[in-house]
């Protein structure tokens, strides 16, 4: 069955999954000071924190236009794909991907399959390339579906944001009410649980709750990091996220990291400078 594999914006890719010929990308629009950008087309991270530092007040994002989304999937089917396994950020930050649910049985040239990452970014993408990889070897895409189900088990997210502000402001934060009286005294630990990003812990410095961070991933986290793919992502901030990746491979050189940056449509709910280190299974193995 031809399968196309479809993403958004804020996701992070290898450079070997970017050209696959079954691999679409959503930009998701951005809207700051009355001007709508579309991520990954006429914004992208190099320029946007500068625009943010000028910017009136803060940006908002908004879904992908989901009548064009629908007429795009329909085009896919006109030019032979059978099926559409669309994988997108957590429901716990934008609802495109449960509109799509709600709205995809119209269809009837094309079976479609939304698929909540409950995160973004390089896990998000991990994600992506599995199902890219499963396609290739002609997997059915239920089976697809139920291996992705099964790699999500295994994703974990955690950050540090410099300023809480923007998480609040937007309604992303899910248990942000608790911090605001602490905002200037403390780096609070935030982690995605169920697709929500919610307070973990209150740390007093960004280097200790790092340095927490670092300690979870390599320590608490429900895979072997042996068997784990590392993300480590940030918002502007390539000189500390560096740092941090040399010292998680300072206790492991073996380990597999790659260091990315979140996109702005991310950047403007996390705020500049946040740190985050993501987590998702190495391969497919023992997922199908």
Do not use: W
């Not at 924190?49 to 989304?69: N, R, W």
């Not at 239920?142 to 088990?153: F, T």
């Amino acid at each position: 069955m031809k399968t196309a594999i479809i993403t958004d914006s804020t996701v992070f890719l290898t450079e070997n999954y970017k050209k696959r010929d079954n691999l679409f990308v959503i930009p998701v629009p951005l809207i700051m000071d009355n001007r709508v950008y579309l991520e990954g087309v006429d914004i992208h991270p190099d320029g946007f924190y500068d625009l943010l530092k000028d910017a009136d007040e803060l940006p908002k994002t908004s879904q992908p236009a989901i009548g064009e989304v629908l007429d795009f999937y329909e085009s896919l089917a006109k030019e032979g794909y059978e099926a559409i396994i669309s994988i997108h950020m957590s429901s716990g930050i934008s609802g495109f991907v449960t509109t799509l649910q709600t709205l995809v049985n119209e269809l009837s040239d094309i079976k479609v399959y939304p698929f909540d990452s409950l995160i973004t970014s390089g896990p998000m993408g991990k994600l992506v390339e599995m199902a890219l990889d499963m396609t290739a070897i002609g997997l059915e895409p239920e089976k697809i579906v139920h291996a992705l189900s099964q790699a999500r088990e295994f994703i974990e997210g955690y950050i540090v944001v410099d300023d809480l502000n923007h998480l609040v402001r937007g309604g992303r934060l899910k248990n942000g009410a608790a911090v605001i009286g602490t905002l200037l005294k403390i780096k609070p630990i935030l982690s995605f649980q169920d697709g929500n990003i919610v307070l973990t812990e209150k740390i007093r410095s960004q280097k200790k709750a790092l340095n927490r961070v670092r300690e979870i991933v390599l320590n608490d986290i429900s895979s072997l990091p042996q068997d784990s793919t590392f993300y480590v992502i940030h918002c502007n901030n390539r000189d500390v996220a560096q740092q941090v990746m040399d010292e998680l491979l300072l206790e492991d050189a073996s380990l597999d990291v790659h260091l990315c940056d979140f996109g702005p449509v991310i950047g403007a709910h996390l705020g500049e400078k946040s740190i985050a280190i993501g987590v998702a299974p190495k391969t497919i193995k023992g997922l199908i």
